[in-house]
């Protein structure tokens, strides 16, 4: 008999930085999809983003330690060692190409990513290789823009519980002077709150290029 399709996830994201919110995110996924293994993919150099992200290889050693208890997620790093704009297309495309086993695709995003998602490179093509697993905000329904709806691509939504966590207003305190380790384990993990200090990220004094502390 043939072997069962592997349920693999893709879960892609600037992670700057990775947080508990995300790592809730990733956990649901992986149960309510019942996936074999998630990818989790720190963003290169993200089309749509205006502002100036940490250096990539801070980023990809942060996700790494939020997610290095659990062997069904995995560290993909495809978009950080390869140069120039980071579109999601290109990353499935040459994920599926590498997968010599058959694979159903789910990519994991959030509620405001599905608003947008009609204005991604090549989002047609990409509603052909994956089904979209959204996380919906506590108690408001999944709804995907009315071009995403004409397209009968199916969507499944994710029971995410509400967390007041934010990328932002982490950068936010610790641009402020707060240890990260003051904000564990709530707002992010121990090892990574560590790495934060060690390395003096998001810190005014010791600023990556082009950081704002508002951005």
């Known amino acids: 008999m043939a072997a069962e399709p ?10 700057d930085p990775v947080h508990t919110a995300h790592r809730a995110l990733a956990d649901t996924a992986l149960r309510q999809l019942a996936l074999d293994e998630l990818r989790w993919i720190p963003a290169g150099q993200p089309w749509q983003k205006t502002r100036r992200l940490a250096p990539a290889e801070h980023r990809a050693a942060m996700v790494g330690l939020a997610i290095g ?19 999601t297309l290109d990353t499935v495309t ?14 994991v995003i959030g509620q405001d990513q599905l608003h947008n998602f ?16 959204v996380a919906g905000r506590a108690g408001v329904p999944v709804q995907a ?5 004409n397209t009968g691509h199916r969507i499944v939504a994710l029971d995410m519980p509400s967390m007041a966590v934010s ?4 950068r936010t305190r610790l641009a402020a002077g707060e240890p990260a380790l003051s904000l564990a384990p709530r707002m992010v993990a121990p090892d990574v709150a560590r790495y934060i200090d060690r390395h003096g990220l998001y810190r005014p004094h010791h600023p990556h290029p082009g950081f704002s502390p508002q951005s």
């Open 94 to 107: 040459t994920l599926q190409q590498r997968e010599h086993r058959p694979a159903q695709w789910f990519l």
């Open 118 to 133: 009609c204005t991604w490179h090549g989002w047609t093509e990409l509603l052909q290789r994956v089904t979209l697993a």
């Open 69 to 87: 208890d659990n062997p069904a997620f995995v560290l993909e790093k495809c978009e950080v060692e390869r140069p120039g704009f980071s579109y």
């Open 167 to 170: 990328s932002t207003e982490l």
């Open 145 to 149: 823009p009315t071009e995403l709806m």
């Open 6 to 15: 592997r349920r693999i996830g893709l879960y892609g994201g600037s992670f």
